[in-house]
């Protein structure tokens, strides 16, 4: 599909009226109408540029997180877990976090938006944890045959779900740096 260059200042203005949008209709309300007319765009250049509705939110997404994962090396996992939970700030962390919440709800009905997170958000940062991780295996810190080392995705996105459910709380800084002291690191050796 032939897309138009958009300038980055201009995809960076559509993917915040995307996010915004979604925050205020959640992503079945959410309709590339509404996008167009909060972007002052065509419908037909958002499919253009886009293809489909969840293939524009899981990219305002990413977007919204543009240090990876796998590009955090500050020579120690300690040290780049905690570069990677400091690199948002505790606002747009419970924006993110309330975000995700929605979408996790939706995906149950919406296999292209299923699909799209997972190739587009999931897939992408998996590989990135595991680019760190595998780094500390190789500098020693941890053991490969540490049997936690599978279970570190499952305990970070646990963080991120339990603290609204169980304290009613939004995921901060604070906490997650407490947690990865507290759980992740325990459980790695580290």
């Given at each position: 599909m032939a897309r138009s260059r958009l300038t980055p200042e201009r995809e960076s203005e559509l993917y915040t009226a995307v996010l915004d949008l979604l925050g205020e209709v959640g992503y079945?309300?959410?309709t590339m109408d509404a996008v167009a007319a909060r972007t002052r765009s065509?419908?037909?250049?958002?499919?253009?540029?886009w293809g489909s509705k969840a293939e524009l939110v899981v990219k305002a997404l990413r977007n919204d997180k543009p240090v990876?994962?796998?590009?955090?090396?500050?020579?120690?996992?300690?040290?780049?877990?905690?570069?990677?939970?400091?690199?948002?700030d505790d606002c747009q962390m419970e924006r993110n976090s309330?975000?995700?919440?929605?979408?996790?709800?939706?995906?149950h009905n919406n296999p292209d938006l299923l699909q799209a997170l997972r190739?587009?958000?999931?897939?992408p940062e998996m590989t990135g944890l595991g680019t760190l991780l595998q780094r500390a295996v190789g500098r020693g810190e941890v053991r490969a045959d540490n049997?936690?080392?599978p279970f570190v995705?499952?305990?970070?996105?646990?963080?991120?779900?339990?603290?609204?459910?169980?304290?009613?709380?939004?995921?901060d800084q604070a906490f997650l740096t407490?947690?990865?002291?507290?759980?992740?690191?325990?459980?790695?050796g580290v």
């Open positions: 079945e309300a959410l065509s419908k037909a250049t958002l499919y253009r540029q990876h994962l796998a590009d955090v090396d500050t020579g120690s996992l300690r040290g780049d877990f905690l570069a990677v939970l400091h690199r948002t309330a975000l995700m919440r929605g979408l996790t709800h939706a995906v190739e587009l958000m999931i897939e049997p936690a080392l995705p499952h305990m970070m996105i646990g963080a991120f779900a339990a603290r609204e459910l169980v304290e009613e709380k939004p995921v407490d947690y990865a002291e507290a759980v992740v690191f325990p459980a790695l």
